[in-house]
C-alpha cells in the first residue's frame, strides 16, 4: 500500500527566502506525482505535474524534482512571498488510466511581511 | 480558465438522512473523481468514474455511497443513510486523459449533525 510522508509539516520564513518542501513516497512504482496548494477551506489548486519519465518541471518561481527510484520529490519555492502561504500536497498516482492518487498529509508554509 | 465546479458549498444534514453532492467537471475530460477530507486529515480517494463506470474504489466506498452521471455534463455523489463520521470536504476532480493534470473543484462541506 503507497504511503506518502511530507516534511515538514509546518514552516514558516520570512519574505524573501528561498524554501524547499519534501514529498516521499514507499513505493516507488509510481506513474505520475502532482504538486497541489490548498489555502484553508478551499479546494486544491495544481501546481505542477511531474511525470515518472521526467526529473523535474518548472513554472515561474516553484520548480518541481523527481527522484522515482528513492521515492522523493521536492518542490522548491523561489524568493517566496506572502501569498505563498498555504499548505502545500503532494498526490502520487500509480496507474494509468483512472488511477486514484494518494496525498500527503502536506506542509503548511507561512511566509512572513 | 474551465474550473469544476461543485455544489451546494456546503449542507447540513440530520443523521440518516441522504444527500446529493453536484459536480459538473470540465466540458471535454473523461475521467472522474470523488475525494473526501476530513476536518485535518488527509485528502481521501473515494472512487473513479470512466466510461460511464465506476474505475475503481476505496474501501471507504462502500454500499453507503453511489455516483452517477445522468447526464453529459453532472456527476453526483450521493450519499444514503449519512453518519457523522460523514462530516467532511467532498472534493470532485475531473481530467483530460490518463497521463494528464487532475484538476479539482472547490468542495462541498457536508456536517452531519
Known amino acids: 500500500k503507497q504511503e506518502v510522508t511530507q516534511i515538514p509539516a509546518a514552516l514558516s520564513v520570512p519574505e524573501g527566502e528561498n524554501l524547499v518542501l519534501n514529498c516521499s513516497f514507499t513505493?516507488?512504482?509510481?506513474?505520475?506525482l502532482q504538486w497541489f496548494r490548498q489555502d484553508p477551506g478551499k479546494g486544491l489548486t495544481s501546481l505542477l505535474l511531474?511525470?515518472?519519465?521526467?526529473r523535474e518541471q518548472t513554472s515561474g518561481r516553484l520548480n518541481a524534482s523527481l527522484d522515482k527510484s528513492s521515492g522523493r520529490s521536492t518542490l522548491y519555492i523561489a524568493a517566496s512571498q506572502p501569498g505563498d502561504s498555504a499548505t502545500y500536497l503532494c498526490?502520487?498516482?500509480?496507474?494509468?488510466?483512472?488511477?486514484?492518487?494518494?496525498f500527503g498529509d502536506g506542509t503548511t508554509l507561512t511566509v512572513k511581511p | 480558465e474551465p474550473e469544476v465546479t461543485q455544489t451546494p458549498s456546503h449542507q447540513v444534514t440530520q443523521m440518516g438522512q441522504e444527500v446529493i453532492l453536484r459536480c459538473v467537471p470540465i466540458?471535454?475530460?473523461?475521467?472522474f473523481y470523488w475525494y473526501r477530507q476530513i476536518l485535518g486529515q488527509k485528502v481521501e480517494f473515494l472512487v473513479s468514474?470512466?466510461?460511464?463506470?465506476?474505475?475503481?474504489k476505496s474501501e471507504i466506498f462502500d454500499d453507503q455511497f453511489s455516483v452517477e452521471r445522468p447526464d453529459g455534463s453532472n456527476f453526483t455523489l450521493k450519499i444514503r443513510s449519512t453518519k457523522l463520521e460523514d462530516s467532511a470536504m467532498y472534493f470532485c476532480?475531473?481530467?483530460?486523459?490518463?497521463?494528464?493534470?487532475?484538476?479539482f473543484g472547490e468542495g462541498s462541506w457536508l456536517t452531519v449533525v
Open positions: 498526490a502520487v498516482r500509480q496507474h494509468t488510466n483512472a488511477g486514484k492518487s494518494t
Open positions: 476532480a475531473s481530467k483530460a486523459g490518463a497521463g494528464n493534470t487532475i484538476y
Open positions: 513505493d516507488s512504482a509510481i506513474y505520475n
Open positions: 468514474f470512466y466510461n460511464n463506470e465506476i474505475s475503481e
Open positions: 466540458s471535454n475530460h473523461l475521467y
Open positions: 511531474i511525470q515518472s519519465s521526467q
